[in-house]
């Protein structure tokens, strides 16, 4: 696994945390299914991008009404967009 696949897998793992489960992280991982249509909710959107800000001290741009950020590969594109680069 790289890093890309390791940060996929964390956020694949919020997805189920913040669904209480409702959502597996394997689901969460296919990378044609939205989170909404997976289940996840506006509520459950919030409580991810809550969680990830947290955990990665980040604040993640949902300007867009959060349209950008419809799959896991999404959240990861833009959260690595945040992230400081690693030598």
Same mark, same amino acid.
């Given at each position: 696994?790289? &890093?890309?696949?390791?940060?996929?897998?964390?956020?694949?793992?919020?997805v @189920?945390?913040?669904?209480d489960?409702?959502?597996t992280a394997?689901?969460?991982l296919?990378a %044609?299914?939205?989170l909404?249509?997976?289940?996840?909710?506006?509520?459950?959107l919030?409580?991810?991008?809550?969680?990830?800000e947290?955990e990665?001290?980040?604040?993640?741009?949902?300007?867009?009404?959060? @349209?950008?950020?419809? %799959?896991?590969?999404?959240?990861?594109?833009?959260?690595?967009?945040h992230l400081? &680069?690693t030598?």
């Open positions: 696994m790289n &890093a890309d696949d390791d940060l996929r897998r964390r956020l694949a793992d919020l @189920h945390e913040v669904t489960g409702a959502v394997d689901d969460a296919d %044609t299914a939205s909404v249509a997976l289940g996840v909710d506006s509520l459950g919030l409580r991810l991008i809550d969680a990830i947290t990665y001290d980040v604040e993640l741009d949902l300007s867009a009404g959060g @349209h950008s950020l419809t %799959t896991v590969d999404d959240l990861a594109a833009q959260l690595t967009a400081p &680069a030598p």
